[in-house]
């Protein structure tokens, strides 16, 4: 297991999320889908993998703010 830190871009904070290393590896290579990689993580995890590989990542709080205008 490895555990990765993703910064959010707006609050600067820090999310730490523990994955399987092998399976980080393959996502990293873009050997498969993020959800049917990472199953047993939970969205919010997801989403800071994702944003771990892609470089850009909201926390929930942040997004929750920036998107709200859209949601309503």
């Known amino acids: 297991m490895k555990t990765i830190e ?3 871009r707006e609050c600067r ?6 994955v399987d290393e ?8 873009r050997i498969g889908l993020l959800q ?3 199953p047993e993580h939970s969205a919010e995890q ?7 590989r892609g470089g850009y990542y909201l926390c929930p709080a ?3 703010r920036v998107f709200a205008d859209e949601e309503e």
């Open 6 to 8: 993703t910064q959010c």
């Open 13 to 18: 904070g820090t999310t730490q999320t523990e």
């Open 22 to 29: 092998t399976q980080l590896e393959r996502y990293m290579q």
């Open 36 to 38: 049917n990689m990472f």
């Open 46 to 52: 997801r989403e800071a993998i994702l944003g771990y």
């Open 62 to 64: 942040c997004w929750d």
